[in-house]
């Protein structure tokens, strides 16, 4: 079945870096978008970033461009997160996502806080 793991997450200062990471297996992983987002509490899930399939075309949201990089490597079926310069408004859990056709599948997510 269609599984996506995320890891990464953790308690980060202000002005630090995490890298997140998305395994994934169940589908063919060449074949799809990926999806970065998050989720504050009280807040609305949010669109963080995407990637086309080949990695060649990425986007995202305007309250994290130049701060975050998505990448994927369709040999391993990984899709990840770069955060650098972390702000304390970047706190929530973050979920991978793959949609598609009749595919729509979520992470459990993983948390990030960023604290001093």
């Known amino acids: 079945q269609v599984q996506l793991v995320e890891s990464g997450g953790g308690l980060v200062q202000p002005g630090g870096s995490l890298r997140l990471a998305c395994a994934t297996s169940?589908?063919?992983?060449?074949?799809?978008?990926m999806y970065w987002y998050r989720q504050a509490p009280g807040k609305e899930r949010e669109l963080v970033a995407d990637?086309?399939?080949?990695?060649?075309?990425?986007n995202y949201a305007d309250s994290v461009k130049g701060r975050f990089t998505i990448s994927r490597d369709n040999a391993k079926n990984m899709v990840y997160l770069q955060m650098n310069s972390l702000k304390p408004e970047d706190t929530a859990v973050y979920y991978c996502?793959?949609?598609?056709?009749?595919?729509?599948?979520w992470g459990q997510g993983t948390q990030v806080t960023v604290s001093s």
């Open positions: 996502n793959v949609r598609g056709g009749l595919l729509n599948r």
């Open positions: 169940g589908f063919t992983f060449r074949n799809y978008v």
């Open positions: 990637i086309s399939r080949t990695g060649a075309s990425t």
